[in-house]
């Protein structure tokens, strides 16, 4: 009698394992889903709000950024004298 409680108790511990693997893995299929549909969304809608005559620029050249990247560290003194009027 206890063999067969044991049994039990045990195939019912591991299908509740099963059912709770196949359910999270259905779960996150189905976000996965909704996540691609926003996104797919999103791009369409970021495609139709740029204007017809936008400019596109599809190439920076690395020079260009290592030249906006470049750090400044202070200038030149410029020696000024204040007019009273």
């Not at 394992?17 to 196949?22: A, H, T």
Request: proline share 2%.
């Amino acid at each position: 009698m206890i063999k067969l409680l044991f049994i039990l108790l045990g195939v019912g511990w591991l299908l509740g394992q099963l059912i709770r693997y196949f359910l999270r893995s259905k779960l996150a299929q189905l976000a996965r889903q909704f996540n691609e549909a926003a996104m797919e969304q999103q791009r369409a809608q970021q495609h139709a709000s740029k204007p017809k005559d936008a400019v596109v620029v599809d190439f920076v050249p690395k020079d260009f950024e290592q030249k906006r990247n470049k750090k400044v560290e202070g200038g030149e003194y410029v020696d000024y004298e204040e007019v009273k009027e």
